[in-house]
């Protein structure tokens, strides 16, 4: 049995804080720190000491959109009525989900693309391949910022397993349960390692490990934090096949389709390196188009 204690609230300098806000307020100080290294290692025209004030801006969009996202899909999907309007304007840190964070994170990503596209990017053309490595640049230290707010989650007590006698269980209420939270920490700690490991720099020369094209970071971080999330979910007090499970499953399966097309399109074009990726994909018209879909319309027009 792992010792465990549980703590609410945290005296720091004489305030009286909930551990799940702390730990909350200290994932977005470990996310703007991050991304500064995210943005350098994806090779984003970004200067932070140049651009500080649009730096802490898009941070902010990004932030406030995904607590938004995160409450709406708490509260109001699915529909509760009444009782979900309520509890969406009442602030409690309690009523986030990580699926509506996502959701809500990736509508201000894009819309800081929009916003300030022409102060990142040379190419002043709106590009679906600069969308994606923006994408790739939030979701690693998105996947840590997950990983310090699940801390806060399980000292708080609120997410409660289901009963075992497994030798890492904690007692709650007297019951041996699993420690589902510590579950979802270490699972999103994990994601990002992998993250940071192969998919943070462009593969390149001889090297086998590095990002083969833009978004196959993203891509990544959705399969492996849904996955684990859907399959941990299991093990929640309470917890059934769900709406969650719903979501989770359905950007599991969008993320897995997404990387099975783009390596075909990699091992079918013998491509190499992510510039290679990108210009093919750029002269053929596929930002949007599946590449399966692409290969066949193409022999199709070949056989007339």
């Not at 945290?10 to 799940?20: Q, T």
Request: glycine content about 6%; charged content about 15%; some cysteine.
């Amino acid at each position: 049995m792992i010792p465990y204690t549980e703590i609410r609230h945290l005296d720091i300098f004489g305030y009286n804080l909930g551990v799940e806000t702390f730990m909350l307020s200290l994932s977005c100080i470990i996310f703007i720190l991050v991304l500064i290294w995210s943005l350098k290692a994806h090779k984003v025209n970004l200067n932070p000491n140049k651009d500080f004030s649009m730096f802490i801006l898009i941070f902010i969009i990004i932030y406030c959109s995904a607590i938004l996202g995160a409450r709406i899909a708490f509260y109001i999907f699915p529909w509760k009525g009444l009782a979900g309007i309520v509890g969406f304007l009442n602030l409690d840190p309690k009523g986030l989900t990580s699926y509506g964070a996502f959701l809500g994170g990736a509508v201000g990503i894009f819309l800081c693309y929009l916003l300030f596209k022409n102060r990142i990017f040379s190419d002043k053309k709106t590009n679906i391949m600069h969308i994606y490595r923006f994408f790739d640049v939030f979701v690693v230290p998105f996947s840590l910022a997950i990983a310090v707010s699940r801390i806060g989650c399980f000292f708080d007590g609120h997410i409660v397993g289901k009963p075992t006698d497994l030798p890492w269980c904690i007692e709650v209420s007297g019951n041996c349960t699993h420690p589902v939270a510590l579950y979802f920490m270490l699972s999103a700690l994990l994601v990002f390692i992998i993250l940071v490991f192969f998919f943070t720099k462009p593969l390149s020369g001889d090297s086998k490990i590095g990002k083969r094209f833009d978004s196959e970071t993203a891509l990544w971080f959705i399969f492996l934090y849904f996955s684990t999330k859907f399959f941990f979910n299991f093990f929640v007090q309470g917890k059934s096949f769900d709406f969650e499970q719903w979501v989770s499953l359905a950007l599991i399966l969008f993320s897995l389709l997404h990387l099975i097309d783009d390596y075909l399109l990699i091992f079918n074009e013998k491509i190499r390196t992510a510039d290679e990726f990108e210009s093919f994909m750029r002269s053929n018209n596929l930002e949007i188009m599946p590449y399966m879909f692409w290969k066949i319309w193409d022999r199709g027009k070949s056989n007339k």
